[in-house]
């Protein structure tokens, strides 16, 4: 799916000039079509160095790779080095970005594993450039449970993963595990590169984690929410240029490079911090958790313990998302819909209600997605009528969805 819509966008020459490609090529069936992926990062001005596996020289001569590349390839860690970039390191400190194309079931489990025993594995392990990984193989190894585990162990760690494509494969099956054309993996990387500046200029305002409502003076009322989608999405509007104001509740993460931050405990802190900097902003995402009440008073000491029961009363707290909804002039408005059951259908009434642009649904009954998870299955539903349906993915991942439809309704 990403590779679809990446697909959409045209290349264009010149497009990846001055950056350091490391290309890994592996043992798969698919390796011949590794060669056109090097044409094209070439043609858009990348000088890429291409690193193979013992297994992948079964498949397509180094000298290929060579002469399409114009670069020395690397492989064994062993050999004399004659220049610095076939050095055992020296390739993971050029690389502006590491792409893995075809990625086999192995090399995945290699990285996903820390393993580090050919010249490929060490430069993934020694990286700090961002790693993309497309994946090439039979369907059953592809849905192996281990490799799909490896996948998600890479995900978690911020890697990008390239959905392979379905179709005909080469051992003779239909399925999932086709390396996708060329052109898409390509147009994944000119999306990475062309992104990381296209919110200069802009201010994108974020509210993560969730609110605590005082009781006494030791106790509050709280939720689950540990603000890492949050911090994700503030992450992500960083790298891409934006000034970015995290307004975050009680959380133990670090504020993301780069980014300001202020801490709220109550929804009512929360809605003073947001309506301060709402008028600026132009993008507004709302992953924040704010408690719907709050205790009618708050005890000035701590509640003693009696027989008995105890009645709390609660009041209903400042629907913030539903004001921002209401006061909104230019700004793109983003909320999202944690639900347990009837996702759809509470997103879409969300969306309407509160007069958003997007809503990003997900059910948070699910073990893998929504609160404390690293990873998110998401839907994001559009004002539009859009309806967007995204796999398992990292937090990091969802984060990049997430602003990509934000930007494309900024420039309309
Ligand atoms: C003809 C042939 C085709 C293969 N195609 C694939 C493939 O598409 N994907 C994959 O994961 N493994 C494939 N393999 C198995 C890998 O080559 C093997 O697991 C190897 O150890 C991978 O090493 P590497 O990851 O270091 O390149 C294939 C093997 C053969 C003999």
């Given amino acids: ?4 819509q990446a697909q959409g966008m045209a290349a264009q020459a010149g497009q990846l000039a001055g950056r350091h490609i490391v290309m890994g090529v592996t043992g798969s069936i698919a390796a011949y079509k590794a060669v056109e992926v090097v044409s094209r990062l070439r043609k858009l001005g990348a000088e890429v160095h291409v690193i193979m596996t013992r297994a992948a020289r079964e498949f397509v001569t180094e000298m290929t790779f060579r002469e399409i590349s114009g670069q020395p390839v690397a492989g064994d860690m062993w050999a004399p080095v004659h220049a610095f970039q076939v050095e055992h390191i020296a390739l993971a400190k050029l690389a502006d970005l590491v792409l893995v194309a075809p990625a086999t079931a192995h090399v995945l489990a290699k990285a996903a594993h820390g393993l580090a025993d050919d010249m490929l594995s060490t ?35 911020g890697c990008h993963i390239i959905e392979p494509d379905s179709g005909h494969l080469a051992c003779g099956t239909s399925g999932k595990g086709r390396l996708p054309e060329p052109a898409a993996i390509v147009a994944e990387v000119v999306r990475y590169f062309t992104q990381s500046q296209a919110l200069a200029g802009r201010k994108v305002l974020v509210t993560a984690a969730g609110t605590r409502e005082p009781i006494d003076p030791v106790r509050f009322l709280g939720n689950r929410s540990t603000g890492r989608m949050g911090f994700a999405v503030a992450a ?13 509740g009680p959380t133990s993460l670090r504020a993301p490079a780069g980014v300001r931050r202020i801490d709220v405990e109550t929804a009512q802190e929360m809605r003073a911090a947001v309506l301060a900097a709402y008028d600026a902003a132009d993008i507004v995402i709302k992953t924040a958790a704010v408690a719907d009440y709050r205790p009618a008073t708050v005890a000035e ?18 629907d913030i998302l539903y004001e921002l909804g209401q006061k909104k002039i230019r700004q793109v408005l983003v909320g999202f819909a944690a639900e347990t059951r009837d996702v759809a259908a509470y997103a879409r009434a969300k969306l309407a209600k509160k007069n958003l642009d997007f809503i ?14 690293e990873t998110n299955r998401v839907t994001i539903y559009g004002a539009d009528g859009s309806e967007e349906r995204y796999p398992l993915l990292s937090k ?17």
């Avoid at 992500?236 to 975050?248: F, K, Q, S, Y």
């Avoid at 990091?396 to 309309?412: G, N, T, W, Y």
Wanted: hydrophobic share 45%; net charge positive.
């Fill in 1 to 4: 799916m990403a590779g679809q």
């Fill in 123 to 157: 430069t993934l392990l020694a990286t700090r450039a961002p790693v993309f990984f497309a994946p090439a193989m039979n369907t059953n190894m592809y849905e192996n449970v281990a490799t799909q585990e490896n996948l998600q162990t890479l995900r978690k760690r």
């Fill in 360 to 373: 990003v649904a997900n059910n948070v009954a699910e073990s893998d997605a929504g609160f404390g998870a």
């Fill in 396 to 412: 990091d991942e969802v984060a990049a969805h997430i602003l990509d439809k934000a930007q494309s309704r900024l420039s309309r």
């Fill in 301 to 318: 000491h701590k509640i003693k313990k009696s027989e008995g029961e105890l009645t709390l009363t609660l009041v209903r707290n400042p």
């Fill in 236 to 248: 992500e509007a960083a790298r891409r240029g934006a000034e970015v104001t995290l307004i975050a």
